[in-house]
T-cell receptor, first 115, second 114 residues
Framework: SQTIHQWPATLVQPVGSPLSLECTVE??????LYWYRQAAGRGLQLLFY??????ISSEVPQNLSASRPQDRQFILSSKKLLLSDSGFYLC??????????????FGQGTRLTVV | AQSVTQLGSHVSVSEGALVLLRCNYS??????LFWYVQYPNQGLQLLLKYTSAATLVKGINGFEAEFKKSETSFHLTKPSAHMSDAAEYFC????????????FGKGTKLTVNP
């Protein structure tokens, strides 16, 4: 069966420090991968999505970047964190384009607090 | 562009009462529609999905939702609330025939009172 791993679960980082959040998927190949951010009262905002290795689409301009160095690995990064980067970050995967729609499946999330 | 509106950021019901969480969508093409549930500090779990088959969709934990094109709605219901249903619920839309990018509503927090 497919599983998605996301870590760390919680993170407290000072303003101006770098960030690296990692997400890996097991049990499937060539998944679509997503990074969402959840802020209180604002629902989930899609930050990045990827349909293949090295293919990243950014949905909103921001202080963050994403990379997909391997088929089932998705990394969210920042060179210098801002206070506004605080939030709950969720990684998700779905089957590839053109296949039956099963919806996206989410990791357990990372609670990032920038201080 | 697609969008989802969830009416009511907070809904409170008594245990055993009907649960009704409202979702209206906007999409220029036939949509796929989803309901997710999130427990505190956890990821999202798929409850059910509409993908143009039956308009009444049954999901896990006794939840169901009905797609009404004329009303552009996809409301989530459960006949009898249980304490374990207390969580936040998100409605989401994506485009048929396209990628599975999901656009989420802002969520509805469900409280179940004993």
């Amino acid at each position: 069966s497919q599983t998605i791993h996301q870590w760390p679960a919680t993170l407290v980082q000072p303003v101006g420090s770098p960030l690296s959040l990692e997400c890996t998927v097991e049990g499937t190949s060539n998944p679509n991968l997503y990074w969402y951010r959840q802020a209180a009262g604002r629902g989930l905002q899609l930050l990045f999505y990827s349909v293949g290795i090295g293919q990243i689409s950014s949905e909103v301009p921001q202080n963050l970047s994403a990379s997909r160095p391997q088929d089932r690995q998705f990394i969210l990064s920042s060179k210098k964190l801002l206070l506004s980067d605080s939030g709950f970050y969720l990684c998700a995967w779905s089957v590839g384009i053109g296949q039956a729609v099963f919806g996206a499946f989410f990791g357990q999330g990372t609670r990032l607090t920038v201080v | 562009a697609q969008s989802v509106t969830q009416l009511g950021s907070h809904v409170s019901v008594s245990e055993g009462a009907l649960v009704l969480l409202r979702c209206n969508y906007s999409s220029s093409v036939p949509p796929y529609l989803f309901w997710y549930v999130q427990y505190p500090n956890q990821g999202l779990q798929l409850l059910l999905k509409y993908t143009s088959a039956a308009t009444l969709v049954k999901g896990i934990n006794g939840f169901e939702a009905e797609f009404k094109k004329s009303e552009t709605s996809f409301h989530l219901t459960k006949p009898s609330a249980h304490m374990s249903d207390a969580a936040e619920y998100f409605c989401a839309v994506s485009q048929q025939g396209g990628s599975e990018k999901l656009v989420f509503g802002k969520g509805t927090k469900l409280t179940v009172n004993p």
